[in-house]
Nanobody, 115 residues
Framework: VQLVESGGGLVQPGGSLRLSCAASGFTFSSYAMNWHRQAPGKEREWVAAITGAGGIINYADSVKGRFTISRDNAKRTVNLQMNSLKPDDTAVYYC?????????WGQGTQVTVSS
């Protein structure tokens, strides 16, 4: 299983970024995918989730209405569109899946929201 995130960077408050996670090594369409984030000095927190077929989506209250999770099973990617970014969104963002009770993580991509 390999998960590779991309798309992070520096953005001003109110701006947007689109993160992507490329997956390989498992039957992608069969598994839910999640985005998590970890800010400096804080525990990793769950951000959003999408089921294998994309029919069920959930968000943390802190990002609801601003972030959109989506997936393209043909391309084996899961995306996170982040709008109206705030300084509190600054964190390393990770994609994640759980297969057979084991969690798999990417290496993360840094998102910094600052003026």
């Amino acid at each position: 299983v390999q998960l590779v995130e991309s798309g992070g960077g520096l953005v001003q408050p109110g701006g947007s970024l689109r993160l992507s996670c490329a997956a390989s090594g498992f039957t992608f369409s069969s598994y839910a995918m999640n985005w998590h984030r970890q800010a400096p000095g804080k525990e990793r927190e769950w951000v959003a989730a999408i089921t294998g077929a994309g029919g069920i989506i959930n968000y943390a209250d802190s990002v609801k209405g601003r972030f959109t999770i989506s997936r393209d099973n043909a391309k084996r990617t899961v995306n996170l569109q982040m709008n109206s970014l705030k300084p509190d969104d600054t964190a390393v963002y990770y994609c994640n899946t759980n297969i057979g009770g084991r969690n798999y993580w990417g290496q993360g991509t840094q998102v910094t929201v600052s003026s």
